[in-house]
């Protein structure tokens, strides 16, 4: 799987609730004990920030820094083998301006400093990978992806800048103009199905695999649904020539990769809308588990797990289930938060840390 990837310091100033922190992170990561409120999540969301510079909670940055404050300071030290990464962001609010700086070097464009630091985060809402609507599993498609490669975040950026150039025109009924991004939309679209493919090429033996391993009996389905022929380029031409007049008619792009998802099935059942909450919970904590495995391989190198209140919402036996499988699949710098102690498996040692009214207590 790869040398770990351990992140080793952080320094937070002015985010969310936390008090100013400056702290050595243990190589075995953290249990975060707390009650509810206090600020454990929003630590977790400090560590995770630097991964891809957004909030894991899909909040603006505008929101990240305390109320009424100038802005917030976020520093993640990392290292992977020999190698060792400080990435440092500081948003001001006043002119709304994020500023990234790696190995003290300013970075310019965010898409070059995506990827320097490496985790994974679960938290409670990402039971909607499996229970929620298909834009949940495309963005999980997409961060994963664009973690494993820059060249799929390249043609991912690409790709929805032509999409909303083209979608623009549409809504404008300039069909020429319109017409005119086909191609970039073409090139780029092509190599996102693509990856997409290439991974779903393992993804169902994966997902099924993972499930058993967390103790689900019934048999389950994982398959990309979409349009697979426009992973070749040349299908492209022919594919929006026939979907212009529903694309007239409606002002949007009805074909490509921003339409597709994942299918997930359980028992020959649609896992979203029959399966059980415990399944839906279960198959989300899978799918994580296959980014964990994902990233490794892509990138030599094994991330940071950070879960927020996970084991909380399974039962003993898949509690024992999923320490188990991280420790197979090598994950050992775990950030784990809980509001006690006694809601954790025996097997998840940690040190142990007490977040109260944002102050870390170690």
């Given at each position: 799987?790869?040398?770990?990837?351990?992140?080793?310091?952080?320094?937070?100033?002015?985010?969310?609730?936390?008090?100013?922190?400056?702290?050595?992170?243990?190589?075995?990561?953290v249990t975060l004990l707390?009650?509810?409120?206090?600020?454990?999540?929003?630590?977790?969301?400090?560590?995770?920030?630097?991964?891809?510079?957004?909030?894991?909670?899909?909040?603006?940055?505008?929101?990240?820094?305390?109320?009424?404050?100038?802005?917030?300071?976020?520093?993640?030290?990392?290292?992977?083998?020999?190698?060792?990464?400080?990435?440092?962001?500081t948003y001001t609010a006043?002119?709304?301006?994020?500023?990234?700086?790696?190995?003290?070097?300013?970075?310019?464009?965010?898409?070059?400093?995506?990827?320097?630091?490496?985790?994974?985060?679960?938290?409670?809402?990402?039971?909607?990978?499996?229970?929620?609507?298909?834009?949940?599993?495309?963005?999980?498609?997409?961060?994963?992806?664009?973690?494993?490669?820059?060249?799929?975040?390249?043609?991912?950026?690409?790709?929805?800048?032509?999409?909303?150039?083209?979608?623009?025109?549409?809504?404008?009924?300039?069909?020429?103009?319109?017409?005119?991004?086909?191609?970039?939309?073409?090139?780029?679209?092509?190599?996102?199905?693509?990856?997409?493919?290439?991974?779903?090429?393992?993804?169902?033996?994966?997902?099924?695999?993972?499930?058993?391993?967390?103790?689900?009996?019934?048999?389950?389905?994982?398959?990309?649904?979409?349009?697979?022929?426009?992973?070749?380029?040349?299908?492209?031409?022919?594919?929006?020539?026939?979907?212009?007049?529903?694309?007239?008619?409606?002002?949007?792009?009805?074909?490509?990769?921003?339409?597709?998802?994942?299918?997930?099935?359980?028992?020959?059942?649609?896992?979203?809308?029959?399966?059980?909450?415990?399944?839906?919970?279960?198959?989300?904590?899978?799918?994580?588990?296959?980014?964990?495995?994902?990233?490794?391989?892509?990138?030599?190198?094994?991330?940071?797990?950070?879960?927020?209140?996970?084991?909380?919402?399974?039962?003993?036996?898949?509690?024992?289930?999923?320490?188990?499988?991280?420790?197979?699949?090598?994950?050992?710098?775990?950030?784990?938060?809980?509001?006690?102690?006694?809601?954790?498996?025996?097997?998840?040692?940690?040190?142990?840390?007490?977040?109260?009214?944002?102050?870390?207590?170690?």
């Amino acid at each position: 799987m790869g040398a770990p990837a351990k992140l080793e310091c952080l320094v937070v100033r002015g985010f969310r609730n936390l008090d100013d922190l400056d702290c050595e992170l243990p190589a075995e990561g953290v249990t975060l004990l707390g009650a509810n409120g206090q600020g454990k999540t929003n630590l977790l969301e400090a560590l995770s920030y630097p991964v891809l510079f957004r909030s894991v909670r899909g909040a603006p940055d505008q929101e990240l820094g305390r109320f009424g404050g100038p802005g917030f300071h976020v520093e993640v030290c990392a290292s992977a083998g020999t190698d060792r990464t400080c990435v440092v962001t500081t948003y001001t609010a006043a002119a709304r301006r994020k500023r990234v700086t790696i190995g003290g070097e300013e970075i310019p464009r965010l898409a070059d400093a995506v990827g320097h630091c490496l985790a994974v985060t679960f938290l409670p809402v990402d039971v909607g990978l499996a229970s929620g609507p298909a834009p949940e599993r495309r963005r999980y498609l997409d961060r994963m992806l664009a973690l494993a490669g820059r060249s799929y975040l390249t043609a991912l950026t690409r790709y929805r800048a032509a999409l909303a150039q083209r979608n623009s025109a549409l809504r404008q009924g300039r069909l020429d103009v319109a017409r005119a991004f086909d191609g970039a939309l073409a090139d780029s679209g092509a190599a996102v199905v693509k990856r997409r493919l290439e991974w779903m090429a393992h993804g169902a033996d994966r997902f099924a695999g993972e499930l058993d391993a967390l103790g689900e009996s019934e048999s389950v389905c994982l398959r990309y649904r979409g349009h697979s022929e426009l992973a070749e380029r040349g299908a492209w031409e022919p594919a929006l020539q026939a979907a212009l007049p529903r694309d007239r008619a409606r002002g949007t792009t009805t074909v490509g990769p921003h339409r597709d998802d994942l299918a997930l099935e359980i028992g020959g059942r649609p896992l979203r809308s029959l399966g059980s909450t415990g399944q839906q919970r279960t198959a989300a904590v899978a799918l994580k588990l296959m980014e964990i495995v994902t990233l490794a391989e892509a990138r030599a190198t094994q991330p940071a797990l950070l879960l927020d209140d996970v084991f909380a919402e399974l039962d003993r036996e898949r509690q024992a289930r999923l320490a188990r499988r991280l420790v197979e699949l090598g994950v050992t710098q775990i950030f784990v938060t809980a509001p006690r102690r006694d809601e954790l498996p025996p097997d998840m040692q940690r040190p142990i840390w007490h977040v109260e009214c944002g102050r870390v207590r170690r």
